[in-house]
């Protein structure tokens, strides 16, 4: 049997399989076909082992999460956002809305107002108004491209905690709702003792209302300062741990909570809650645990701390730094400035705290307004907190509040 002639020289596996004999016995397009599909085949094989290291990874619930929240898309477009809070004020060519969650008010641009639809809209808009609305970021200014006002309830009686004093409106937060401005009704000349109530609020207060609302904004009809809650009651089993606690201190020894006014490597001075001036505390760093507390506080910040009586010295036995809240808005009455650097202030309802400058003390103007405070300006502060001590992003003085002149009836004769 004759058997067939193999190629010797086979310059392709692909383009005709080794064993084909020199004379095909295929038509020609029959093997071009066949090559064209193993050339296919070869190249396929190629991509499914490479694409693992090709193909991007699947992002995390998580990172798409992330992902979606900080574009919120308005219509498919990025660094756009929908957003709902309290119109602070209006002009034409801007707004500024205090976003729910927000310290502090955000200014949106309305540029042209060739969209007769936000045209319209925005002629029934007004300061104090909730409103829902949408935005466009043009770089570092943010476009209004819709808005609309929203009234949750358009009469009614809301009980909640003043958030901030406008003067002839007030932002009120319920317990279990957004916050929402209320004012005072127009003429004010003629309400002039709804504008007395309203003035003598603060921040924290707790009030409640009954309200209707007109064409622009909720009006108050009735208002009334809500006693301070009473302080809770401490169960037993706090009662008992807290006992617990104080027979363990030693004779002599006591629990302090306060300022920390300076710090030095051997000592001291903090100012107790309630007390007028600065006590000094001995430290003896042999402790390594107190060494290591030692390091993470610093003065201008609010701690707690243990102490021991050996003779006439007070000493250093445990201390911690207490952050009452991290971040917000506090207005009060400033107690001192202390090294011209950070000033302490004092709550109407609340434990004294201390205010650093951050970034802002290569400010020239920010400085000298910080160091010309004096004991009793009324300020409002908005901080932050770092690892160091709460830090100002702003700062202003309040007006002084007027007091009314007492006149003397006039004397007859």
Not at 359 to 374: I, S, T, V
Request: net charge positive.
């Amino acid at each position: 049997m004759t058997q067939p002639e193999i190629v010797d020289n086979v310059t392709s596996s692909f383009d005709r399989p080794i064993g084909i004999p020199n004379k095909p016995q295929f038509p020609l397009e029959s093997l071009r076909t066949r090559s064209a599909m193993s050339k296919t085949l070869l190249l396929l094989t190629v991509s499914i082992l490479l694409n693992p290291l090709l193909s991007p990874q699947t992002a995390s619930a998580e990172d798409q999460a992330a992902k979606a929240g900080s574009e919120k898309a308005v219509g498919g477009k990025a660094n756009s956002g929908k957003a709902a809070g309290i119109v602070i004020d209006r002009k034409d060519d801007w707004i500024s809305i205090k976003v729910d969650g927000e310290d502090e008010p955000t200014k949106y641009v309305i540029g042209d107002t060739s969209d007769k639809k936000l045209s319209e809209v925005l002629k029934t808009l007004f300061s104090v108004s909730r409103v829902e609305f949408a935005y466009q970021s043009e770089g570092e200014a943010r476009k209004l491209v819709s808005i609309k006002k929203q009234v949750p309830k358009p009469n009614g009686t809301i009980t909640g905690e003043v958030v901030k004093n406008y003067g002839w409106w007030i932002e009120v937060k319920p317990k279990n709702g957004v916050a929402e401005g209320f004012a005072c009704n127009f003429p004010f000349d003629k309400n002039q003792d709804m504008m007395d109530k309203l003035k003598e609020l603060q921040e924290g207060d707790s009030v409640t209302l009954k309200f209707t609302t007109d064409f622009e904004r909720h009006r108050i009809q009735t208002l009334h300062k809500n006693a301070a809650p009473a302080p809770k009651e401490t169960s037993p089993e706090t009662q008992a741990a807290k006992a617990k606690t104080e027979k363990q201190l030693p004779k002599d020894s006591g629990k302090v909570t306060g300022i920390l006014i300076a710090k030095q490597p051997d000592w001291i001075t903090v100012r107790e809650d309630g007390e007028e001036k600065p006590v000094k505390y001995l430290v003896d760093l042999s402790d390594k645990k107190l060494e290591e507390a030692y390091k993470v506080v610093f003065n201008a910040s609010r701690i707690q701390m243990t102490y021991k009586k050996v003779g006439d010295a007070l000493h250093l036995a445990s201390i911690k730094k207490q952050v009452l809240k991290p971040t917000g808005t506090v207005t009060g009455e400033v107690v001192k400035v202390h090294d011209n650097f950070w000033v302490e202030v004092k709550p109407k309802n609340a434990v004294a705290d201390a205010f650093a400058p951050g970034a802002n003390y290569n400010d020239k103007a920010f400085m000298e307004q910080l160091r010309g405070l004096k004991a009793g300006d009324s300020v409002t502060i908005v901080f932050t907190t770092d690892f160091e001590r709460h830090r100002i992003t702003s700062l202003r003085k309040n007006p002084a509040t007027r007091i009314k002149a007492e006149v003397s009836p006039p004397v007859t004769k």
